[in-house]
């Protein structure tokens, strides 16, 4: 058995950040980060547009209270407005922060931190890294877990979380090289696995964002939050889904439909195409419905918008989002500074996650905590999001909540003694697993089953929803998930056998997916991404609370948590 203080689970920002700040609080801690991919292969690594932090370079009289704001109205007011404090009056110390650690962030003429516009955001308050602002975060956090000697598991995949009588006492990994297993015990446990969008057939996030940390925790019997809430991106590249970030609009391109008008006129006058996500996102699509999305020979009755950047010339467009133009060129062939994109909406985010308070300690239900278990980042919901996302804020939130997360658990474990753990049953339990999915004589291949279960989640449960198709699309899922046990591997030996990967992640795919509908069907209204077509309105008597979704082999049972109100009333959210 491998012992550590902590074992922290993924090696994006949230779990680096975490591990450096537990290194620093007590040098003495032996910590570690288990990661399925390289750590600097972490979905984080993607993230391109920027960190939101009130450092008022460009805007003077910006505030950390207009960020709270503009954060808890962007949330349509389901965030925790403590935690939502938190996360923006800390934001200019952890952003010269990540300087000292040597991240290398775009500059004004004067030498500071150059800050852009963002959708949702009144001022400009975006610090980016051009367009790779994730690549250059994550570089160095992962230069300083070497610095700071923290042990690295790359290429080992997490299968469960060991809890025994409410308390976290490790894990069980298994070497994707070799097929060897292993149990970890520790003094604490951290979650940082990301999100899960896979659980859709169009998506901007990596392959491996399949949701694992919250199928562990759902299938240990811990709640996971909010669930309902999936941010769809406005413009994924069509049809790859690939992202077009949010600065590109930023930075002043346009969005026109078939007939050539900006059509966010209709939908936000003030904001424009800098409006929040899910009001961009629902524009799109109704655009498309209506008849004036785009066709590729260039036709109306289309699946796709235009994001129109040639207004902006060759010398901006280079400079500010090079890596865009690029993956436009590169992937659909479109020289952004000639033509314009197309683009149309993409699942991007996990709003929803392992319920948390500010320190990163997971609930265990509407009142109460797991034992020395944590988490942070996208898997998390503390909720600073609440039922919708402004961009910039999760880089912010992975490092925020990061380092919070990584504080508290320096002083949990000074008084505790690593847990007593019986290893061979676990292990034993791990290998049948492994050994079924080898032996399994089923009649097909993971990757239809998968690409079935993802075309459900994105026709019932997309940027528009109703009862009718979420409980049809609830009915399709758990037929799908019945025919897991049919499903066969090409490869049945233990050297990189990343069918065997797949299958067990396509196994978290679906728990993600059935809890994320359930919550759906029992959210009775519009709020944020999740748009109802037949609860059109907000319900705030009703419905101003936290879902908490339990799942069990019988069904996903809810249950509600009060949300945390302090400065701000809800109001009608207009833009
Ligand atoms: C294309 C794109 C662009 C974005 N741009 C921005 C932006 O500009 N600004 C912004 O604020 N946000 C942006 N976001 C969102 C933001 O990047 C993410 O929310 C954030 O980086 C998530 O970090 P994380 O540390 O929580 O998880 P991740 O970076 O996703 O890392 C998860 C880690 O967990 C590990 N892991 C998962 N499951 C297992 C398992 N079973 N066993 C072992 N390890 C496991 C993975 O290997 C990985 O190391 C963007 C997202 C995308 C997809």
């Known amino acids: 058995m491998l ?31 288990v990661a399925k991919t390289h750590p600097i292969r972490s979905h984080s690594v993607a993230a391109q547009g920027g960190i939101a932090a009130t450092l008022k370079n460009v805007d003077s009289e910006d505030s950390w209270e207009a960020h ?20 923006a009056k800390e934001a200019p110390d952890v952003v010269i922060d990540l300087e000292h650690l040597g991240v290398l962030f775009s500059r004004l003429p004067d030498g500071r931190i150059a800050q852009r516009a963002f959708g949702g955001h009144s001022y400009r308050r975006t610090c980016y890294a051009a367009d790779k602002t994730g690549h250059a975060i994550l ?3 992962v230069n300083n877990l070497r610095r700071y000697g923290v042990k690295v598991y790359q290429e080992w995949y997490v299968m469960r979380l060991i809890l025994e009588e409410g308390e976290a006492k490790g894990l069980v990994m298994y070497h994707i090289m070799d097929g060897r297993l292993k149990v970890v015990r520790a003094k604490a446990v951290m979650l940082a696995t990301g999100g899960y969008g896979r659980v859709f057939n169009t998506t901007s996030n990596d392959f491996a964002s399949t949701g694992d940390g919250l199928a562990m925790v759902a299938q240990a019997g811990l709640p996971l939050q909010d669930m309902e809430f999936v941010q769809f991106h406005p413009t994924g590249l069509y049809p790859v889904g690939v992202l077009i970030s949010e600065a590109v609009r930023g930075e002043g391109a ?25 009001i961009t996102s629902r524009a799109i699509t109704l655009e498309i419905r ?37 993956e436009a060129h590169r992937l659909v062939g479109v020289d952004a500074v000639e033509e314009p994109m197309p683009v149309r909406p993409t699942a991007h985010y996990s709003m929803g996650g392992i319920p948390v308070d500010t320190d990163g300690r997971v609930r265990s239900g509407v009142e109460g905590f797991v034992e020395a278990l944590f988490a ?8 600073v999001h609440g039922a919708n996302r402004l961009g910039s804020n999760s880089l912010l939130e992975c490092v925020v909540y990061g380092k919070r997360t990584g504080a508290a658990i320096a002083q949990y474990v000074q008084s505790r003694k690593l847990p007593s753990l019986e290893e061979g049953p676990y292990l034993q339990e791990a290998q049948e697993q492994i050994q079924a999915l080898l032996d399994q004589q089923g009649e097909q291949r993971i990757n239809p089953l998968c690409q079935a279960f993802q075309d459900a989640m994105s026709q019932y449960c997309g940027v528009f929803r109703d009862q009718e198709s979420m409980e049809k699309g609830l009915e399709i899922t758990q037929e799908l998930q019945q025919q897991y046990g049919t499903i066969y591997l090409g490869d049945r030996g233990s050297l990189w056998n ?28 519009s709020r944020g991404a999740h748009s109802r077509e037949d609860y059109p309105q907000r319900d705030d008597p009703n419905f101003l609370k936290h879902s908490l979704a339990f799942y069990s082999a019988a069904g996903i049972d809810i249950q509600y948590r009060p949300v945390t109100l302090t400065q701000f009333e809800p109001q009608e959210r207009k833009y």
Not at 4 to 22: K, N, Q
Not at 68 to 87: C, M
Not at 254 to 278: I, V
């Open 3 to 33: 012992e550590h203080d902590v074992i922290i689970v993924g090696g994006g920002l949230a779990g680096c950040r975490a591990a450096v700040e537990i290194a620093r609080t007590d040098p003495s801690l032996n910590v570690a980060v």
């Open 376 to 383: 942070a980042g996208e898997s998390a919901c503390v909720s």
């Open 498 to 525: 990343t069918e065997i990967i797949e299958a067990l992640e396509l196994k978290n795919i679906m728990v993600v997916g059935r809890m994320i509908l359930t919550s759906a069907l029992n959210r009775q209204e």
């Open 139 to 141: 570089h160095e956090l």
């Open 290 to 326: 209506a008849g004036r999305g785009i066709h590729t020979d260039g036709s109306a009755g289309g699946p796709f918008v235009h994001l129109d950047l040639r207004h902006m010339g060759r010398e901006k467009i280079m400079s500010r989002i090079p890596f865009c133009w690029e």
């Open 68 to 87: 709270a704001f503009d954060t808890v109205k962007g949330s349509d007011y389901l965030a925790d407005q403590d935690a939502v404090e938190i996360l």
């Open 254 to 278: 346009y969005l026109r439909n078939s007939e050539g008008n900006r059509f966010m006129e209709q939908y936000a006058p003030s904001k424009m195409e800098l409006a929040p996500r899910d």
